[in-house]
């Protein structure tokens, strides 16, 4: 879930991002952000579905996805799954480990 940009180059700024070059200003509207977005997971290389919060940030609320983290939720709707903040926290095979046991391992087609 993309959410509210943490590190807006209108606002405070983190020396990593200054780095990598990662500076976006605070989105004025949906669009903007999920044009943020979708450059984030390119750039950054991130290898899974984005979904983007509403400008009003109702989900981030709703559910304080803040700091960033990685859920696996599972067919009953209970969190199974919750990484450490990210994005220095996102590791991939703890996260594949949880999807495998909610969804079973993946599947190469031939």
């Not at 959410?3 to 606002?11: K, L, N, Q, R, T």
């Not at 709707?77 to 909610?102: D, M, N, W």
Request: hydrophobic fraction near 40%; charge should be negative; glycine fraction near 6%.
């Amino acid at each position: 879930m993309y959410i509210e940009e943490a590190h807006a180059s209108d606002a405070w700024q983190m020396n990593s991002n200054i780095e990598d070059k990662v500076l976006f200003a605070t989105p004025k509207s949906f669009d903007d952000r999920a044009e943020i977005g979708r450059t984030c997971v390119k750039d950054l290389k991130i290898d899974l579905p984005m979904v983007v919060d509403e400008i009003d940030n109702r989900v981030e609320r709703a559910y304080t996805a803040w700091p960033d983290r990685l859920y696996v939720i599972d067919g009953e709707g209970r969190v199974t799954y919750k990484s450490a903040p990210g994005p220095f926290g996102f590791e991939i095979e703890p996260l594949a480990q949880a999807l495998a046991a909610v969804a079973g391992p993946a599947v190469t087609p031939s």
